[in-house]
């Protein structure tokens, strides 16, 4: 079993920055891809950002990509999603999750360990 636990989120101001944090405790958290995801009421979880399991690979969709920065501390336990140049648009309830193995995943059910999540809001 992995715990996550994200926090960071809060409101912001349109053009702000916030920077999210999932701390870890179970499994030995070099273990497993780490990702970001979000979601909206009523609406499926979306893909934010993803990172292999030492930190080398990371893939951020063209949608938020250049202001959204995803990072992890194997050491720590820990993976951070920094978020710039924060848009209205990008309001959510924000999951962390771990997949067991070392590659990337930007899927959903590749992930078998979720967060509680962390709300994001951003202001006009």
């Known amino acids: 079993q992995v715990q996550l636990v994200e926090s960071g989120g809060g409101l912001v101001q349109a053009g702000g920055s916030l920077r999210l944090s999932c701390a870890a405790s179970?499994?030995?958290?070099?273990?497993?891809?780490m990702g970001w995801f979000r979601q909206a009421p009523g609406k499926e979880r979306e893909f934010v950002a993803a990172?292999?399991?030492?930190?080398?690979?990371?893939y951020i969709p063209d949608s938020v990509k250049g202001r959204f920065t995803i990072s992890r501390d194997n050491a720590k336990n820990t993976a951070t999603l920094q978020m710039n140049s924060l848009k209205p648009e990008n309001k959510d309830v924000y999951y962390c999750?771990?997949?067991?193995?070392?590659?990337?995943?930007?899927?959903?059910?590749?992930?078998?360990?979720w967060g509680q999540g962390t709300q994001v809001t951003v202001s006009t």
């Open positions: 990172i292999s399991w030492g930190g080398g690979i990371t």
């Open positions: 999750a771990a997949a067991a193995g070392l590659g990337l995943r930007v899927r959903v059910y590749e992930y078998d360990y």
């Open positions: 179970g499994r030995t958290f070099s273990s497993f891809a």
